[in-house]
């Protein structure tokens, strides 16, 4: 309820806050307008009085000062809540509800004194508990609640006059000053009555470690962090901030800082389901919550604002500036992500910034958490795009796919499927010198995975006459998705290809996105394909590409796996299928983003690190490149960042790179095991060893898709040459998936051989298991045997 007296202030409010600073209490005020020298000095009181404790500022305009209508609508517009008068305002553009008449039962006024504003106070409030005591919420600032507490007519009468925290304890049965013996004091800022005047609101704000006498914030524990929480944090950062954390980065750097906002505010218009407008949301928040806190703007400044645009009578049009509006209209169809990605790259195309790494000490485990955090995966959050892609091609096969790649990849096809024999025009363009470099990686990674096979099944007598057998069996049919949105990638056709042919799968299918320039598939792919045996080639990519492997179509046989990497599409059509009993279709793995971690120490070679770093980063915009130093001084890890930036630049993939290096990390380690043990809680898709006896060190490696051992090892031999796979677990699969191999285009199949000297030796064991588990059937078949053997007692039952 509306407490009967209002403070009226004139030019000398201060004076008056100064003389009678109980007044401050009462949330809502009056300005006499009469009272000041014209509408700017006003507007002055008002931004002062909100600034302090007042909720609502309203102006009285009874007296001789008039304003004209902008004036007023001026006033209203910047924080005067009402216009106090018992004339009618000749304004038809001043809303109704911001003009009102003075109450009769308010009284606006500054001559008061303490008494009786605690005697008008007191007869606002009544209670009907037999001890006579008030219910008291106490609040903090945020309006977030600390406890229930009691008051008494002496408390309150203490509270109003001294301003801070004062309540009745029914324990000690006496008037309790808050903090006064733990020092957890409070200051009041305002109290309120509740609507039936039979409870109270103190708002105070609170020293020390909290209102509770558990040492707890709240009486209901910690209270919840929030943006609240983050300010209080980040304030703290201010002061006590960690050396080399990325907040004090932060703070130091507003280039940097500035950078981050604008990047995260894009993220957020980019950004499709609830938990990604959350995600994205949150991490504008914290960049935009940064640079208030190095500035001294709290989060009630923020708040008072918005309080103040609520009130506003005229607003701007709310357009958006050209430059903004220029890049949204690019990218209009929610369901175009690449064309959000394209806009990225164009903003930062031709920046001079300087392209570096963070660096964190391992021993910053704050930062070293944010490092080794992944870029978010949206696969899940896209189910809501794939799934009608999957339906549609599902029910419609052939057309569906034809109509999406029309949509999609922008080719218009007349049928969707290659057949083998490719005809030769789809191998123009294949140099002789391409041809010998694909032939070579073909024999290597075939020699590699061919020595993966098992030739001869494993035997093993557990008992005698129980002879047990295990032997592989090629999967019946494999789709492979060659990824060709960004770039065209010839490598993963042989790296899945070739093992298909060595474990002797009977269909090979491969699927890749057509060519815009001509709707036909890359040579190099062509070449792969005839040389890995495949069958056809599935002239789509995308959701769509999968979901015709998996269900097949009118020209596109079903298959049984479905391997290869993708976009964000491709892997949540992959995990769709996978859980589909319909589909009856397993996949390799949830293949994300490249990245690359590399452990190099003080001998390290930086031209060497740094180009491990950027051909990994150049992969994509959330690929992550991790460098973990070894006892690197400061000099290293700047030749190595120099390196990087010079390295970068030259890349055609620049503006790519750029923005991996944007979420990657130099983490600074002293010792080896200390890296080792960094980098096998990541688990890297790719680790690079670039450190003296480097192949002495590979047995501390626990987690990892694959490693290359030492300066002259870089991963690009092992995405196209070497002769290992490259399909390999990303995002810390690495703790539980193996990369692509032979096996993973084997099933293996066991079989056991049980002679009557085998059912002797175990026959016995099963039938107690079976009894135990109430299983009857079982026994019997084993029961039955034995009897007609003699190998049971006449009477066995
Ligand atoms: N981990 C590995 O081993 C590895 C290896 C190579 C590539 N990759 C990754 O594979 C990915 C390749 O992605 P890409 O985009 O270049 O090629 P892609 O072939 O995976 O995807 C292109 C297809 O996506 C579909 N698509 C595009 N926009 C769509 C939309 N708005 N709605 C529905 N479908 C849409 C289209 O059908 C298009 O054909 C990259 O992320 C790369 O890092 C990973
Ligand atoms: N490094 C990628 C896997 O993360 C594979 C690749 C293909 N082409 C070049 N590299
Ligand atoms: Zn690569």
């Not at 790259?345 to 992944?374: H, P």
Request: charged share 20%.
């Amino acid at each position: 309820m509306t407490f009967p007296i209002i403070p009226l202030y004139g030019s000398d409010f201060q004076a008056t806050l100064t003389a009678k600073p109980f007044l401050r209490l009462v949330g809502d005020v009056a300005l006499d307008a009469s009272a000041f020298k014209n509408d700017t000095d006003v507007l002055n009181a008002v931004k002062q009085l909100l600034k302090g404790s007042a909720r609502t500022v309203s102006l009285v305009l009874t007296g001789d000062k008039e304003f004209d209508e902008n004036q007023l609508i001026n006033l209203l517009n910047n924080g005067v809540s009402s216009l106090l008068t018992n004339t009618a305002i000749p304004f038809d553009s001043i809303p109704k509800a911001r003009v009102l008449e003075i109450p009769s039962t308010i009284t606006l006024t500054n001559k008061i004194t303490l008494q009786s504003f605690t005697k008008t106070f007191l007869s606002q409030v009544k209670t009907d508990r037999k001890d006579g005591l008030y219910t008291t919420l106490v609040v903090d600032d945020k309006e977030r609640c600390l406890g229930l507490v009691y008051s008494s007519i002496g408390s309150i009468t203490q509270a109003i006059s001294q301003q801070v925290g004062v309540y009745f304890s029914r324990s000690r049965n006496e008037i309790w000053v808050k903090g006064l013996t733990s020092g957890n004091t409070q200051s009041l800022l305002s109290i309120d009555i509740d609507c039936d005047a039979d409870a109270l609101k103190f708002t105070v704000s609170q020293v020390g470690t909290g209102f509770c006498h558990n040492g707890t914030q709240s009486c209901f524990g910690d209270l919840t962090y929030g943006l609240t929480g983050l300010e209080h944090t980040l304030n703290d950062r201010m002061i006590n901030a960690v050396d080399g954390s990325y907040t004090q980065r932060l703070f130091k750097d507003e280039t940097l800082l500035n950078a981050k906002i604008k990047e995260e505010a894009e993220e957020l218009t980019e950004a499709v389901t609830k938990d990604e407008l959350a995600w994205e949301a949150a991490d504008l928040f914290y960049f935009a919550m940064v640079r208030l806190v190095a500035n001294g703007v709290s989060l009630a400044d923020v708040e008072r604002n918005l309080g103040m645009k609520n009130l506003k009578i005229t607003r701007r049009k709310g357009d958006a500036k050209e430059k903004f509006l220029a890049k949204d209209t690019k990218n209009n169809d929610n369901t175009q992500e690449p064309a959000a990605k394209k806009a990225k790259v164009e903003r930062t195309l031709g920046s001079n910034d300087k392209i570096y790494l963070d660096v964190v000490n391992s021993t910053d485990l704050e930062g070293v958490t944010k490092a080794v955090t992944r870029p978010i995966q949206k696969t899940s959050q896209i189910m809501h795009l794939v799934n009608p892609i999957i339906d549609n091609v599902r029910k419609i096969g052939d057309k569906a796919l034809m109509d999406y790649t029309k949509k999609f990849d922008g080719v218009d096809l007349k049928a969707p499927v290659l057949e083998a024999p490719f005809p030769e025009e789809y191998l123009e363009g294949l140099t002789q010198e391409m041809k010998e470099a694909l032939d070579l990686s073909i024999e290597n990674v075939r020699k590699f995975h061919a020595a993966q096979l098992q030739k001869k099944p494993l035997v093993v007598t557990t008992q005698p006459g129980v002879v047990c057998s295990r032997f592989p069996r090629a999967i019946e049919k494999v789709g492979i998705y060659i990824p060709g949105g960004t770039a065209i990638l010839p490598s993963t056709a042989l790296m899945l290809g070739v093992p298909a042919q060595v474990a002797g799968c009977k269909e090979i299918v491969f699927a890749s996105p057509p060519r815009k320039s001509d709707g036909k598939v890359s040579p190099e792919v062509v070449y792969v394909a005839i040389k890995c045996g495949a069958s056809k080639i599935v002239l789509a990519g995308g959701a769509q590409a999968v979901a015709a492997m998996a269900y097949g179509t009118e020209s596109v046989p079903k298959v049984d796996k479905i391997l290869g990497p993708g976009n964000q599409f491709v892997t949540a059509a992959k995990m769709y299928v996978q859980n589909d009993t319909q589909a009856l279709c397993s996949i390799d793995m949830p293949a994300g983003p490249s990245e690359v971690l590399v452990i190099a120490d003080e001998d390290a070679d930086v031209d060497f690190v740094a180009s491990d770093l950027l051909s990994q980063a150049e992969h994509g915009i959330d690929s992550q490149v991790i460098l973990v130093g070894v006892n690197l001084s400061d000099k290293k890890v700047q030749h190595i960042q120099e390196a990087v930036h010079e390295q970068a630049l030259a890349l055609p993939r620049v503006d790519i790179v750029r923005q991996c290096i944007a979420h990657s990390t130099i983490i600074l380690c002293d010792n080896y095991p200390e890296a080792f043990d960094m980098s096998n809680k990541y688990a890297p898709e790719h680790l690079i060893l670039q450190i003296n006896d480097a192949d002495r060190y590979v047995s501390l490696v626990d987690n990892a898709g694959s490693i290359f051992v030492g300066s002259y090892t870089p991963e690009s031999c092992g995405d196209y040459s070497s002769g290992t796979n490259h399909t390999l677990p990303t995002y810390g699969y690495a703790r539980q998936y193996s990369g692509a191999n032979t096996a993973t285009f084997q099933k293996f199949i066991t079989a056991q051989q049980v002679t009557s000297e085998g059912l002797e030796n175990i026959g016995k064991a099963v039938m107690c298991i079976a009894k135990v588990e109430g299983l009857d059937g079982h026994r019997n078949a084993i029961k039955i045997r034995m009897s007609k053997l003699g190998l049971l007692p006449k009477d066995f039952v």
